[in-house]
Each structure stands twice: as C-alpha cells, then as structure tokens.
C-alpha cells in the first residue's frame, strides 16, 4: 500500500513565488536570483512529503506560471509566434504575458475551478520535441533525497483538448501522433533516469468526451507504454466516463477522485486487471474540511480488501487548489480552526490513512482526535442558527416569483422611473484610486476614525453621483467606494463567513486570492448597503441603482461548508439578499443590481448534472430577487460572453434588466438572445472596460444600431460591459460622456 498526493501549492507558505516573479518582471531580481527561489520552494514540498511519510515525492508539479503552460514547454509546443522573443524563462513568461510584438496567450478556467490556465494553441506547422531537461534536472535534485520520486505530467490528450485549433489548423486531434513521439522521448528519458512510476493526468476522461477523443485514448497509451515507467494515469473532478473500458487499456494504474464521486469505486473494483493498483483520492484537495477520517476509511476498506498492496491513498486532486497551511492562521476562531485542513494537514491526512489500515494502534490517538474534531463539528453551535432554520422551514413556492409577469412589471416600472429610451447606466463600481484604497486599510488597521471614514467615503459618493450628473446618464450608482471586492464585503457583514489570514490560493501566474470560507448557516445580522446608497440617492433626483453581489457568485468564490449541500447554502445566501433588497426598497430605492458573474462557473463539468444545477442556481437567484413589488425594477449583471447553451436558465431568473458583456464580441452574443427570443430588457455592454482605450462615439452608436436589429429597441439599454473600478478617472470621464452622446444620438434618430 503506497501513498501519495497529485501536486503541491507551489506559491509558497508565504507566497515567496509570487513576490519573486514580480521582482524577477520588474528586474529587480537576476534569473540566478528567481531560479534559487523555485528550487527552495520546490524542496521544501519534497521535505514536507518525506517528514509526512509519503512513499512518494511529487516532482514536477511546480511550475513558474501554470502548469499547463510548463508541460506544453516541456514538449517543445509553446505557440511558434512566440519564436523570437527570447528562450528559457524568458520565453515562457512573454507567452503568459505578451510582449510589445506579441499579445498573451488566452487564459481560461481549469475545469470548474478558480484556477486559470494558459490555453494551448496549434496550428497546422505545430511541433513538439523533448524539451523537458528542466524536469530531469529537478527528477535528479530530488533523487538525492532518498525518497521514490513519482514526477507527473499534463497527459497529451488533456493538453490537446484543452487548447485551440490557429491558422486553420481543422482538427487539433490530427496532431497526437507529432505530440505522442514528444511524450514518448520525455518518458523514456525518465525510466531511463531509474523512475519507477509517472503520474499522467488526464482530467478530461471525466468529462462527457466526443467519441473520437476517447478512442484515441487506447491507441495513444499502448503507445506511450511500450517504453515508459510505469504509468499512473489520474482523473479528478468527476467519475470516469465508462470506466469498463478504461480499466483495459494499456497502463499500470489508476487514480480516482472518490470525495467529488464516491459512487465510481464499486465499478472500478470490478473492471480493474488483477495487476493494477488503484489510488484512491479520499482527501479533498478542493476544499479546507478536516478529512472524517471514518468515511475516508469506509470507503477504503472495501478497496484494501479487494486490492491488498496495489491499493494508493492520496488527495483527490492536487493540493495546488487548497493554501498552504492551517498553521500561519492565528487569529480564526478556535473552535472552527480545529475542523480545518490546509496543504500541509492534508499530506498529514493522506500518510495517517493508511497506517488507520495497517496498523490503527499506531495511529490510534490522532485517529481519535480526528473523530473528536469532527463529531465536535458536528454539534457545534457555530454550524447552525435557529432563525435560518426557522426562515428556511417558511419558505414558500411563492417566494420564488414576482408578484406579476415582466410585461405587467415594465409598465409600472416605466411610469415609476420615467427613464427615455435607451436608458444609460454603468454597472456599479467607479476608479478605486490609490486614497480610496489607502483609506479603506488606514480604517481596517484602526488608523482611520470611523466618522473620518465615513466622511472619506461619502466625499467619494457624492463625486461618483456628481460625475454621473455631469456625464448625464439616467440610472446613478454609488460607485462601491466602500467595498474591497464584490464577495469580501458582503462576506464580512454576514454571519456564517470566516476569513484566514494566510489562506492564499493560486489563481493565475503570481495572482493569489483568498477565499473566504463559508462554515456555518449564513445570515444578515443587520442591513449591508442601505446607508450607502440612501446617501447617495439623497443627493440627486434621478434613481440610484442599489447594488448586491447574487448567492451563486458568493457561494462560487468561496470554500463552502461540505456538511450540506451547496443549494442549501445557496438558498441561505438568497434570503439574506432578499431581506438586503427588500430593505433597500423600503429605504426608497427603486432599482436594485443583484450580480451574477460567477453563474456560469457553477455548471458542472458533465451536462447531465446541468440541469439539477440551473434549477437550484436559478432559484437561488429568483428567492433573492422576487420579495419586491412590481414597480421596483431588478437588475443583474453577467460578465462573460458564453451563454447561449443556458439562456432558457437566464430567462428563467426574470430580472428585468440583464447587463451582459458584449463589446469585444461585437454583439455576436445576442444572435443567442434574438433567436431564443429572450423577453426582458437587454443592456448588452458598449464600452470595454478591460481596455484603457476610450471608446468613441460613433463606434458604441455602431455597436446599438447592431444590438437594435435583433432586440426591440424599447428593451435595449445602454451601458459599460462591466465595473469601472479597475480604470482612471480621466478614462472614465472620456469614455462615459462618449456613450451618453451615442445614446442620445439614437434616441434622436428613432423620434424621428
Ligand atoms: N458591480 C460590480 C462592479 O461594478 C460587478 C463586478 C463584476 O461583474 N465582476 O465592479
Ligand atoms: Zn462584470
């Protein structure tokens, strides 16, 4: 029985990477000077892997960028327009963060995480090669340690699926034969460098593949087998699809995520060859719960039983999802920190796992301390609150509705607000300059007064509202001045949230976040927004645009409680929203915002769960949104361009206005919404905001005479594609008074 876990945070227990890359990108630091960095973070994962007991080092899941990104180096495939800009590092760091000749590569999400990978790109003329001496050379560092060294890859057919077919390159699976002859001299090269096994992950076998994808799965493995070390060939996220036939093909082993999908275990103990072994991911590497070391062992006894010595307990997936260690966080509630594991706790889990198998008297006071902590987490009276429970038991069939139908709703709406045609509006936030941040940590650290503090921020509203009179829009926002990030504010003013001090978590390159963690039944204590906005509507007749981040975007960029489902986190979340709109709407507020940029992050990565998911997403939102009277009008705002496969679910929130992203897409996107016919107000954005470009005014009236063709022009509003807070004023001022003119223009010419 082997132990082992699919990869380490590489960021450091205090993101030594990060402050290393960004000194290494300013020149303040030597590449001798950024490569010593790495080689210490690297050796203190292996050191921490063999102080665990770990029969296995991981080697090669560091990575300077993404590790993406690290393997397509390694194969000689980086994108050939990056040719001339350097080699080595340099080279790697100009396709992750383009050059004044050549812009980045694309970057996306990794699965259904936060995590962001660089994408691939191949074109007709793509070549690999073995380029993996750096690998080798870490393989050899780590070989001195004395400890069997498992080093692991991004496998060929999740690095082609992942990436994009260039140039007119038809179909990317034509290059697996180029990209196979690559692997194969990299991994002879390691069976000859005396490794024993090589993880290989594959991720998207758990997802729904086309069935040319998965056929050449069987091919490319006998091939890459024949002269390779052994190969542990790993999925995570999800169960495999038609496991039967995968336990055939050609490797010598398997590793499973049995915390995201328990119920594949039964059918991989009856598919899998009798000289296989089998890793088992019982330890979460998603999340920050203290492993139940009971059900881990449940679910293992069945597997040692049937597999003896070729069972492996490990993470379910890599450990670069979850921070570093519990151990910098000093100031959490005790209580809660006791049910919490990080990186390093979680290597600890996996190595006292197996000897709960083989030997439990060993283990048996940390076994007991783990039983201790969770049965303690489970009558704690942190986890649950009696007015939530009470709230969710009320919750009627109704609650989830408007009281009238959007048609019955406009019309009210439009004698309430009195708003012209093609209404202008921004979609919340305005420039966080260098004082409003420097206030905002001057009150956290106790420096600033609260009545300062407060006179700071209102001086930033009353500019915001003053600017947006000048600029003559018609729907004002506060401009958010008070709040640090979309989710971090609302988290701090809600119960059922807790934030680490350290817990910092890779999110692309040298960006980390820190998610706040949801540990208990959430509920709003007291109003969150209401003062805010009622000042800024105090100072001007027009309406003000309350603005409120939606519960599946706090849910989604959060580590959520596992000892529920999440919808009934997600309905929690709603009815503190719903108490928050609805006390806006007594405060005289007349349209309120409820965001939902992180709707679509939700899905699951197989379609099948889809639908299960929407509904209670959809519902989440629609419990948060429908406490209010016809004449109160609903905003929300999505911030990504993909949505056509889940319109139906979009129309089904039923907010009256939805603001969406468009710009760069050059309104592409609502082909989707004509064709679906998609029946509530529009505000398809006109200005990208991730520019700092300012858009003139002939191009955004370009870009509504387009949207005006496919959506009835009563219905079309005019807006930014997003927050403005990222930009300067100066861009802001140039750019805003442009799309009022080009709305005005409009208007003019549909009078006539
Ligand atoms: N209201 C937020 C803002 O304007 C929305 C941000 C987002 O969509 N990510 O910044
Ligand atoms: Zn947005």
Redesign the pocket.
């Known amino acids: 029985m082997k132990t082992h876990i699919l990869g380490l945070p590489r960021i450091g227990p205090n993101r030594e990477l990060k402050f290393a890359l960004e000194s290494f990108w300013k020149g303040e630091l030597d590449e001798a000077g950024l490569q010593q960095v790495g080689a210490q973070l690297r050796r203190h994962n292996w050191q921490r892997q063999i102080d665990a007991g770990l029969d296995f080092i991981t080697v090669g899941d560091f990575a300077w960028y993404d590790h993406v990104l690290q393997t397509l180096a390694r194969l000689g495939g980086l994108p050939a327009r990056f040719a001339n800009e350097g080699s080595g590092l340099q080279q790697l760091f100009a396709c992750a963060r383009g050059t004044k000749n050549q812009f980045a590569m694309e970057m996306t999400k990794w699965f259904d995480t936060n995590y962001h990978y660089l994408v691939p790109e191949y074109a007709p003329d793509s070549d690999f090669s073995d380029c993996a001496d750096d690998l080798l050379a870490e393989i050899r560092e780590a070989q001195q340690l004395g400890r069997a060294v498992k080093p692991v890859l991004v496998g060929p057919l999740t690095l082609l699926y992942l990436g994009k077919e260039k140039q007119g390159l038809e179909n990317r699976l034509s290059l697996l034969p180029r990209l196979l002859t690559a692997y194969s001299a990299v991994l002879q090269r390691l069976q000859a460098a005396g490794v024993e096994w090589v993880q290989i992950d594959e991720p998207v076998l758990t997802l729904e593949l086309a069935p040319e994808w998965r056929a050449a799965f069987t091919g490319a493995y006998a091939q890459l087998a024949a002269h390779a070390p052994k190969i542990l060939l790993v999925t995570y996220f999800d169960a495999v699809e038609d496991i039967a036939a995968c336990a055939q093909w050609p490797v010598a082993g398997w590793h499973i995520d049995l915390v995201r999908a328990p119920s594949q275990l039964a059918a991989w103990l009856t598919a899998l060859p009798q000289d296989h072994v089998l890793s088992c991911g019982v330890v979460d590497g998603r999340n920050v719960w203290r492993c139940d070391a009971d059900r881990a062992l449940e679910k293992l006894r069945p597997a040692q039983a049937a597999l003896g010595e070729r069972l492996w307990i490990a993470s379910s997936c890599s450990l670069l999802h979850a921070p570093v260690d519990l151990a910098a966080e000093k100031k959490l509630n005790l209580e809660l920190r006791n049910w919490l594991a990080f990186g390093q706790q979680k290597i600890e889990e996996v190595a006292l796992l197996k000897q709960a198998l083989l030997d439990p008297a060993s283990v048996a006071d940390r076994l007991q301390q783990a039983r201790d902590s969770h049965a303690q987490r489970q009558a704690s009276g942190l986890r649950t609150n009696a007015i939530v429970q009470q709230r969710l038991r009320n919750v009627r069939k109704e609650d989830a509705a408007r009281a009238s139908s959007y048609a019955v709703r406009i019309e009210k709406q439009r004698v309430e607000l009195a708003l012209p045609l093609f209404p202008t509006t921004t979609?919340?936030?305005f420039p966080q300059t260098g004082a409003i941040r420097a206030a905002r940590a001057a009150y956290k650290r106790g420096q600033l007064g609260h009545l300062d503090y407060l006179q700071t921020m209102r001086a930033e509203i009353k500019l915001a509202i003053e600017k947006q009179e000048a600029y003559g829009l018609d729907l004002l926002v506060h401009g958010?001045a008070e709040r640090n990030d979309?989710v971090e504010y609302f988290g701090e003013l809600l119960w059922g949230y807790a934030f680490t001090e350290n817990g910092w978590v890779q999110s692309y390159g040298s960006r980390c976040v820190k998610p706040p963690i949801i540990y208990g039944d959430v509920y709003r204590p007291e109003a969150m927004t209401v003062s805010w906005t009622q000042y800024a509507q105090s100072l001007t007749a027009k309406p003000v645009k309350g603005?409120l981040t939606g519960p599946i975007t706090m849910l989604q960029w959060a580590f959520v409680r596992d000892d529920q489902p999440r919808a009934d986190t997600a309905l929690q979340i709603a009815l503190a929203i719903r108490d928050e709109v609805c006390d806006l709407e007594a405060a005289g507020i007349r349209v309120i915002q409820i965001?939902e940029?992180a709707i679509r992050e939700g899905l699951p990565l197989k379609r099948s769960d889809w639908t299960h998911y929407l509904q209670w997403a959809v519902r989440a939102f629609q419990i948060s949104a429908a406490g209010v009277s016809d004449a109160t009008q609903i905003h929300t705002?999505m911030?990504y361009a993909e949505f056509n496969d889940i319109l139906d679910s979009i129309a089904a929130m039923d907010a009256d206005v939805i603001t969406i992203e468009t710009s760069r897409s050059d309104m592409e996107l609502l082909r989707g919404f004509q064709q679906f016919e998609y029946p509530n107000d529009i505000g398809p954005g006109v200005y990208d905001i991730h520019s700092p470009r300012v858009p003139q005014v002939r191009e955004m009236e370009r870009l509504l005479e387009k949207a005006a063709q496919v959506i009835p022009a009563e219905r079309l509003w005019v807006n930014p594609d997003?927050?403005l807070?990222t930009r300067g004023w100066e861009e802001v001022d140039a750019g805003l008074v442009n799309m009022v003119a080009a709305a005005k223009n409009l208007r003019q010419r549909y009078a006539e």
């Open positions: 979609i919340g936030s958010e979309m603005m965001d940029p705002h911030c997003c927050g807070k």
